[in-house]
């Protein structure tokens, strides 16, 4: 009897073994998949090199010299990096001359199909290597631990991939991240956007992909374009605080992407001082109209004084248009820096003054309602499709009955703060798109220091519904 118990026990120490060096075969494979070497592989001119790492479900397209491009595209404990190695300058001018991107990205389309097959055998024997290595390293080492720590890595492996393969969605790239240089980001914006149109004629995600990934080479070989031509674009910025490098900022962007407009949506200036008006000298050589809704931080001497500027137009209570988009600005109806009014006493004042701002919102029915706080539009939710704010110094997007409320964050980051030391605060700053009077998309943009390394994402917004 005894015996009969021993071997029981025995067996059960060889199966807890055996479950133990399988669980961290699979563990330390998937913790050391960096290691495990990229996965070279052609795509029609294109060579790319796939690597593997842990983190949240992304997909990185790296473009030099254009940047990185990369969006959440599945639901699994695995980021894909994919960058261009080598490009076939000749053999790309040939295909772009004989069969445009279209012929393009049906060469990318099967090499994608093989780039994928290749990845996963890739994974699947370094994830047997790796579970292998750790079953040997247990103590006691036994080829069935070996085993069992090999088995481990290829299950977790083949369970990465499956769980990645059945989640992907290539169309998330319909709302991409891109971070480089700004003189192409518009561009980039633009190729990674223009397949977009023809999503219900594709029949699968290596089409799509393709489609995407055949715009992006192209562009490497296609000297600077404009952006997209068919819709109005309005740069929003804010809270610049009387620095410079924020007016800089806002001055590139207008300029590479081209903008229609730029609409600002308080505190230009900082402290009140009528040094601060000044300014309006750097706001002069943006070359587009600047549309000005003053912040409770802009003294009514210098709104007085920015307002004299020639592209600057003072919206208080004031109905403008950008081409076929209305705009109602109101401005702020305290000026608090001098402390003489305290933030509870302003926040008082423009509760009070939404109904007045809601009021008008129903008389003329703007397609934006442009103020500083966004107190002050409050009452104005589900009378007018989009609301554009900023000082909170922080964004947010939100939808609340049929409105959409954008906050930008700041455009001058600590203000002059920025211009004379070293900050972790960003300059932001946001494009908004415009079809037939209504928002379809928003540009992000982040920059941090004195650089030209930009970080903008794009998000997609929902018409609001009929009624």
């Not at 410079?244 to 402290?271: C, H, M, N, W, Y």
């Not at 307002?307 to 600057?312: A, E, K, Q, R």
């Not at 700041?410 to 703060?417: F, I, Y």
Request: charged share 20%; proline share 4%.
């Amino acid at each position: 009897m005894f015996a009969g118990m021993d071997h029981s026990r025995g067996v059960r120490r060889q199966v807890g073994s055996f479950v133990l060096a399988a669980a961290l075969g699979g563990l330390v494979a998937l913790l050391g998949i960096r290691f495990i070497p990229a996965t070279d592989h052609d795509l029609g001119p294109a060579s790319v090199a796939t690597r593997t790492s842990v983190g949240v479900g992304l997909t990185k397209v790296v473009v030099p010299p254009l940047g990185t491009v990369s969006a959440p595209t599945h639901t699994s404990p695995l980021v894909f990096d994919i960058q261009l190695s080598k490009l076939d300058f000749s053999a790309l001018g040939e295909v772009l001359d004989s069969g445009g991107t279209e012929e393009l990205a049906t060469q990318l389309e099967d090499g994608l199909r093989g780039l994928a097959t290749a990845l996963t055998i890739r994974l699947l024997l370094g994830g047997l290597v790796i579970g292998a290595l750790t079953g040997a390293l247990l103590p006691r080492r036994r080829w069935s631990l070996v085993v069992a720590g090999a088995n481990g890595g290829v299950v977790v492996m083949a369970a990465c991939m499956l769980l990645s393969a059945a989640t992907f969605d290539v169309d998330a790239f319909e709302q991409p991240k891109f971070t480089g240089e700004l003189v192409r980001a518009p561009q980039v914006m633009a190729a990674v956007d223009r397949g977009v149109r023809s999503f219900e004629e594709l029949r699968s995600r290596y089409e799509t992909g393709a489609e995407r990934l055949s715009e992006l080479l192209a562009l490497v070989a296609q000297p600077n374009e404009s952006p997209s031509e068919d819709s109005v674009s309005i740069l929003h910025v804010s809270d610049i605080h009387s620095n410079p490098l924020g007016v800089e900022v806002a001055k590139q962007l207008a300029r590479r992407f081209a903008v229609d407009a730029v609409i600002d949506t308080g505190d230009l200036t900082s402290f009140g001082e009528a040094i601060e008006g000044r300014i309006g000298t750097l706001i002069r050589s943006i070359q587009v109209p600047y549309l000005f809704v003053p912040g409770n931080h802009d003294s009514f001497s210098n709104r007085a004084d920015l307002d004299d500027v020639d592209n600057v137009e003072l919206l208080d209570e004031t109905l403008t248009e950008v081409d076929d988009v209305s705009i109602l600005g109101w401005a702020d109806p305290t000026f608090t820096a001098s402390n003489e009014t305290s933030t509870e006493e302003g926040n008082d004042i423009r509760a009070a003054e939404a109904e007045d701002v809601v009021a008008e919102v129903e008389r003329v029915r703007p397609d934006v309602l442009a103020v500083h706080d966004s107190r002050l539009a409050s009452t104005s939710i589900g009378e007018v499709p989009l609301v554009l704010a900023g000082h909170t110094h922080e964004r947010s997007s939100e939808e609340r009955d049929g409105t959409i409320v954008l906050t930008v964050g700041s455009t001058g980051a600590t203000g002059l703060g920025s211009f004379v030391a070293e900050t972790d605060l960003a300059f932001e700053a946001e494009i908004v798109y415009f079809r037939l009077g209504e928002a379809v998309a928003v540009d992000y943009v982040r920059f941090r220091g004195a650089g030209s390394e930009f970080e903008i994402e794009r998000s997609t917004l929902e018409p609001p519904p009929e009624g």
